[in-house]
């Protein structure tokens, strides 16, 4: 796997650091500051490591038209215009500068994805100190570049891309002056199904591309990052929301304060458990080293008399030599007298 990293606001992120865990806020605002600011302060206790953000407007995003081909089909916002779902999730731009202050003073990053050159103007003139690319955008490589050039590090979710498009997408960054890059494998479904998370692709990613690969997931359940961190994911974003049962048009795939906390702990724990490669024991099995079979003197033996299998067996514990040994020790002489239940020692024999 490949040894790139990243660093956002002084935040080292690779295969030797902690896994970097973001806080989705999205649209699970519900058009209040307050709640936005709730968000944020809730995505700090849970042990986030940073907030994001989605900086657009429903008339950068599309137009407001009734048409057919402008009403959504086959998801949870089945019947909407574009425009109308935008106009409900969008987070306000001038909320944003304070939001990120907010995230600051509290030890979080706070970044946002931009869905079009304005919106990546004001995010520069705010000062985040990287970009999220949403998993649609991959393929809007313009928007790409424009980013790019700002030189600063750059997440991408992959979503429905092709492995051409994903190639297509990091060489335009990498063209256009990014050099730190991460990719996120995402189902662009909302919400997704654990079966459809196809994890395996996550070393692919770092492998085939050169880059930090993490997860952004949608399904309403903590295993599948869990699962992408064991497979090496070093990025894990998730959407966070103060209830599901609020009617916004995220919350129903989001996480609430107390399931992402439960992520964050398991992601540490996961962290401590893949370790590093090592054979042998470690210090604390030592003591168990006790339970180890070794040879053994299972009748009293005198001086000059043959080992046998009657009078030596492979037993716990492990004072012994080892019962590797057992084969070499049959049939060679007791060295002195041995009484039932001592462990079998190299000077215990005559091997002359």
Known sequence: ????????????????????????????????????????????????????????????????????????????????????????????????????????????????????????????????????????????????????????????????????????????????????????????AYPALPEEADLRTIPDLAESFSTIPGVSDHTIDIVVPITAVALGARIVEKHLTLSRGDSGPDSSFSLEPAEFKDMVEAIRTTEKALGTVRYGPREGERASTVFRRSLFVVEDIRRGEPFTHQNIRSIRPGHGLPPSRLDHVIGKIAARDLERGAPLRETDIDFG
Request: aromatic content about 8%.
């Open 1 to 188: 796997m490949s040894t790139v990293g990243m660093t956002i606001a002084g935040h080292r992120i690779g295969p030797d650091h902690p896994v970097y865990i973001v806080a989705e806020l999205s649209a699970n605002h519900s058009q209040d500051y307050g709640r936005a600011e709730e968000l944020v302060h809730t995505a700090a206790a849970a042990g986030a490591d940073a907030v994001k953000l989605q900086t657009y407007t429903p008339d950068t995003m599309t137009i407001d038209c009734d048409a057919e081909e402008f009403r959504i089909r086959d998801t949870i916002w089945e019947g909407r215009t574009l425009y109308d779902l935008y106009a409900e999730a969008y987070t306000p731009w001038d909320w944003q500068p304070g939001l990120k202050k907010e995230a600051e003073k509290l030890g979080l990053e706070l970044f946002s994805t931009p869905f079009d050159a304005t919106a990546v103007d004001f995010l520069e003139e705010m000062g985040v100190p990287a970009y999220k690319v949403a998993s649609f955008e991959i393929v809007d490589l313009p928007l790409i570049s424009k980013i790019a050039a700002t030189g600063k590090p750059i997440i991408m979710s992959i979503g429905m891309a092709t492995r051409d498009e994903i190639r297509q997408a990091v060489t335009t960054a990498r063209s256009a002056g990014a050099n730190e890059i991460a990719l996120l494998r995402c189902t662009s």
